[in-house]
């Protein structure tokens, strides 16, 4: 989606390792949000971000951190993934906070 | 309380037909109730939302329905079309929330040609 990358697009890696999933904007929007998708579940909010160095947890924030040290990046990291966290994680955007989310492409994690 | 409940699961319609997809909330602090439309592989991406100052609300092919004492709001598809096959979501946000969206567990819809 323009203005907004996620990266890796997909990923596999083994339980008990660190990953990070970086989310790239252009648009200068100051609210980011990272979501997970799940079949059954919808998408569920994981962290958020109200400006640099400002971010708050989500409904299912157990297992993850983030930070955004830069307007433009908001990154996600598995301190030690699990198989639990087997999903497709999705970043958004978005001017206000308000409302007009704008979501990246997705990056499919597979935790083996 | 901040939990919006979808239904149905999944739909399948003839083309001309006119799915509708339902959503339910509990939380009456809310002001914002979007639909996403989303393509396999793609992100979901904003489809049409309504606030609760209206009952209805229409774009397109696309239409809202809302209705605030029942706390419940619907999206109708009019004369769709196989391009509407697609998972649609419907969610819920509230002002101050800084734009935190709860979502709804989604419809996957196929319009048979």
């Known amino acids: 989606d323009a203005g907004i990358t996620q990266s890796p697009r997909h990923k596999v890696t083994e339980t008990g390792t660190p990953v990070t999933l970086r989310c790239h904007q252009t648009?200068?929007?100051?609210?980011m949000y990272w979501y997970r998708q799940d079949p059954g579940h919808g998408l569920r909010l994981i962290h958020y971000s109200y400006g640099v160095k400002d971010t708050d947890k989500g409904e299912v924030s157990d297992g993850y951190s983030v930070s955004r040290s830069k307007t433009e990046d908001f990154l996600l990291t598995l301190e030690s993934a699990t198989s639990s966290q087997t999903s497709v994680y999705f970043c958004?955007?978005?001017?206000?906070?308000?409302?007009?989310?704008?979501f990246g492409s997705g990056t499919r994690l597979t935790v083996v | 309380q901040q939990q919006v409940k979808q239904s149905p699961q999944s739909l399948i319609v003839q083309k001309g037909g006119i799915p509708i997809i339902n959503c339910a909330y509990e939380?009456?602090?809310?002001?914002?109730f979007p639909w996403y439309q989303q393509f396999p592989g793609k992100g979901p991406a904003l489809l049409i939302a309504?606030?609760?100052?209206?009952s209805e609300k229409k774009e397109g092919r696309f239409t809202i329905s809302f209705n605030k004492s029942a706390k419940q709001f619907s999206l109708h598809i009019m004369d769709s079309q196989p391009g509407d096959s697609a998972t649609y979501f419907c969610?819920?946000?509230?002002?101050?929330?800084?734009?935190?969206?709860?979502f709804g567990q989604g419809t996957t819809l196929q319009v048979k040609p």
């Open positions: 969610a819920a946000s509230y002002s101050g929330n800084t734009g935190k969206l709860i």
């Open positions: 958004a955007i978005s001017p206000t906070g308000v409302a007009g989310y704008t």
């Open positions: 309504i606030r609760p100052d209206v």
């Open positions: 939380n009456t602090a809310f002001d914002y």
């Open positions: 648009e200068n929007h100051r609210y």
